[in-house]
Nanobody
Framework: QVHLVESGGGLVQAGGSLRLSCAAS????????MGWYRQAPGKQRELVAGITSGGITNYADSVKGRFTISRDNAKNTVYLQMNSLKPEDTAVYYCNVQAYSRPWARGDYWGQGTQVTVSS
């Protein structure tokens, strides 16, 4: 089993910055894609940013140029640096990891979620 622990959410004023972290632990053979999703009240969960094992990144149009996703493979950790935050970025942010606990056992794992609130 793979466990994800998120940290770094909080309350920030518009224009400010936050850095989210998500560390994977447990029975890990390898990790493929890692990503961040968010869900605002009354809305569907949406992809914010993703990063492959080779470091290729993709972003939602709404965060391009403001957010940066990165990963530390030695620490099994993915980060989301969020700059120039806007009130519409307010949501619960979830990390997602596609990992193998065995060479044949691929799973899709989610963090517990961390609240990000941006005040105007």
């Amino acid at each position: 089993q793979v466990h994800l622990v998120e940290s770094g959410g909080g309350l920030v004023q518009a224009g400010g910055s936050l850095r989210l972290s998500c560390a994977a632990s447990g029975s890990i053979f390898s990790i493929n894609d890692m990503g961040w999703y968010r869900q605002a009240p009354g809305k569907q969960r949406e992809l914010v940013a993703g990063i492959t094992s080779g470091g290729i990144t993709n972003y939602a149009d709404s965060v391009k140029g403001r957010f940066t996703i990165s990963r530390d493979n030695a620490k099994n950790t993915v980060y989301l640096q969020m700059n120039s935050l806007k009130p519409e970025d307010t949501a619960v942010y979830y990390c997602n990891v596609q990992a193998y606990s065995r060479p044949w056992a691929r799973g899709d794992y989610w963090g517990q979620g961390t609240q990000v609130t941006v005040s105007s």
